[in-house]
């Protein structure tokens, strides 16, 4: 077996100080400081799924001969059972990578991550030429690297092996730019997240170029530099097949003059802390979910038949927004706004609403519907404690838990009809008479 893990790493390593910590129940390996010695500690990972190398030093195994695998080698290969390896903490030779990454191709590793690494140098990647790899996902978090500009020819001869891709991510990493050729080579790609980076909205114009990502479905742009809204529209208009997309915080601004129109394959927006001082438009007119919470909207007047889910907490809004514009809306978040009071009637139908960190103005309707909603359990988990009521001013600070809303106190008609009623009938023969000497009173029941 040793001989396995050796080749999967592709390095004959010695070394003392490291170990491995293997987690039964999460199938899960640790092995800190990667070395040679202790190269028997690994034998304990080999029931695991998941295996992290961290720490250690590869810069003295560059010039280290590696040939190709023997055929007991390869068997003992596809034996293992690892599904996803992870680098964590290392200095990672490029050249050594190159030959190294072939291995691969005898395991049925899916998902390969190389977390805090730094990358050096220049590899020969001729040697990956046509080369498959079980590989499916492939994440890079806080690493560094040469520019990938100008390095079109080491991406082509990794063109098989990236273009049955489908996960990729490459976070944290001060990525500013993606060359157009490169995103060409992710054909099978359904998932890009580039979260964190530097990215602005020029260099978004040429990575999502015609061709590229060609079946790309969900696209992370979280925490850029991204500042057009319109800009960010025209580049990833070319996105077919695209239907989550995560703009969260960018500081976005509009461009009036723009006519640019969202993919209409779009179903999940995520413009949250976007810097929004108003609804930007357009919007894609088919989504299911939009978050805008964390902006500075004073108000929400859209109309979006298909939206399903809402998110408007944290934002300076004073009224919800209509619900009868959204007839498939189940869910309507609203906490940390300046609302009042609410549309009870309407959300009565919503499956999931939280709404806690409003000043609630506390009429008996107010906090009946809030207490209604609460009662059927469709209120999230700030209730009762952050729904407190703002007016009138004998409730001000209460909860409006705490706030009676009882028949008698909040509707006087529903008293006063029954009364009139009894008297009328109690009545009898005499109520003409009664009617007759106080007129007052029918004037009462009828407009109770
Ligand atoms: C394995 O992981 C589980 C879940 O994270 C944890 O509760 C448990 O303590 C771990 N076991 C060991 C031996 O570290
Ligand atoms: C790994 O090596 C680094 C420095 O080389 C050391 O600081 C760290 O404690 C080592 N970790 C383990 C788990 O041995
Ligand atoms: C990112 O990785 C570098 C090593 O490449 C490390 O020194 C640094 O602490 C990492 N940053 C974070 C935030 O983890
Ligand atoms: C972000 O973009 C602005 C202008 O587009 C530029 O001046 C700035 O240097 C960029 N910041 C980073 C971190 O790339
Ligand atoms: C939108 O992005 C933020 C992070 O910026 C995240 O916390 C939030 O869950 C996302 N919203 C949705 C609906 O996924
Ligand atoms: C409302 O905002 C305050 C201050 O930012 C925060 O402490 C609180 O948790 C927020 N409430 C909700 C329900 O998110």
Redesign the pocket.
Known sequence: MNVAVLLLLGLRLLEAEGRCIFNRTQEHCVCYNLSQENINSITQCLPASVVEFRGGDLEKYVAFPISDPDPSDTVMLDSLLFRKIIFG?L?VPEILLAQVLKFFSYTHVQELVFD???FEGRGNWDRMAGQDLPILSLRFH???SATLTGREQDFSSLSSFLGALQELSVT?SRLASLPCAVGRLFTALRSLDMAQNSLGDESLTSAFCSGAFPQLRALSLQHNNLTSYHSTCESVQLLRELQHLDLSQNKLTADPSSSCQWPLSLRSFNLSDAGLDEVLTPLPPTLEVLDMSFNHLHAVDISLGSLKKLFLSQNLLQAAPPIRNYPLLDTLHLDNNSIMGLPWDEMKNLQDVAAADNPYMCSCSEAGGLQALAAVGRLGQGWPQHYMCHAPPQYRGKLVEDVPVSVLQCNSAAVVVPICIALVLIAGAGAVCLVRSRPGLIRSCRRA
């Open positions: 903490d200095l805090n690494c730094v806080n690493v560094t944290a």
